[in-house]
């Protein structure tokens, strides 16, 4: 198994630019998530799945849009990137099932906007 | 909202020797987990704990969560370079969806 793949892994944007992130598992898991991590700070949720074709907004989800057609892809679109946006961003994914807790993590795209 | 501090921020300690980090909670928590991130990678599970008072270890990591689910400790025992990264704890204060909060993050370094 591959696990979670996110690519690119490196991107810098202009201002007011769009990009898609794209986020692959290969563990038939149910729950995917995105994240955020800015220096120094820990990891915060922009959305979240539970399953395809159901998503819902986290922590700090303005700016940002995801789609769930398929169990194993959940891309997340920046639609005007700012600087603001300038962050690490991490997909994970989980298993929903008695006693596994467990989130598997990409290696992250990091993102540079200018 | 769920709010996590992590104590310290940074720790620097010879091999060796043994280490605690701590993580707070300001709600009760369903569910603690603790991930290790190594520099500029994705996180990597630990463990997690549930009920009051558990405590779990692996090879010479063991994590506690206290009585009241509150706090949580890490203890590394004779740390070597290996443990070197971020120590993240999270809280699942989703019932279900394991939507994870994230504290900020210790950063251990382990001098050879």
């Known amino acids: 198994n591959a696990g979670v793949t996110q690519t690119p892994k490196f991107r810098i944007l202009k201002i007011g630019q769009s990009m898609t992130l794209q986020c692959t598992q290969d563990?038939?898991?149910?729950?995917m998530y995105w994240y955020r991590q800015d220096p120094g700070m820990g990891l915060k949720l922009i959305y979240y799945?539970?399953?395809?074709?159901?998503?819902d907004k986290g922590e700090v989800p303005n700016g940002y849009n995801v789609s769930r057609s398929t169990t194993e892809d959940f891309p997340l679109r920046l639609e005007l990137a700012a600087p603001s946006q300038t962050s690490v961003y991490f997909c994970?994914?989980?298993?929903?099932?008695?006693?596994?807790?467990?989130?598997?993590f990409g290696p992250g795209t990091r993102l540079t906007v200018t | 909202s769920q709010e996590l501090e992590q104590s310290p921020q940074s720790l620097i300690v010879q091999e060796g020797k043994n280490l605690t980090i701590n993580c707070t909670s300001s709600?009760?928590?369903?569910?603690l987990y603790w991930y290790k991130q190594k520099y500029g990678e994705g996180l990597i599970f630990l463990m997690m704990?549930?009920?009051?008072?558990e405590e779990k270890s692996h090879e010479k990591i063991t994590a506690k969560l206290d009585e009241k689910k509150q706090q949580s400790s890490l203890h590394i025992t004779a740390s070597q370079p290996s443990h070197a990264g971020i120590y993240l704890c999270g809280a699942d204060n989703s019932g279900g969806y394991q939507k994870v909060t994230f504290g900020t993050g210790t950063k251990l370094q382990v001098i050879p």
């Open positions: 704990l549930q009920k009051g008072g």
């Open positions: 994970a994914s989980s298993y929903a099932g008695q006693d596994t807790y467990e989130q598997y």
């Open positions: 563990m038939n898991h149910n729950y």
């Open positions: 799945s539970v399953g395809a074709g159901i998503t």
């Open positions: 709600k009760t928590l369903y569910g």
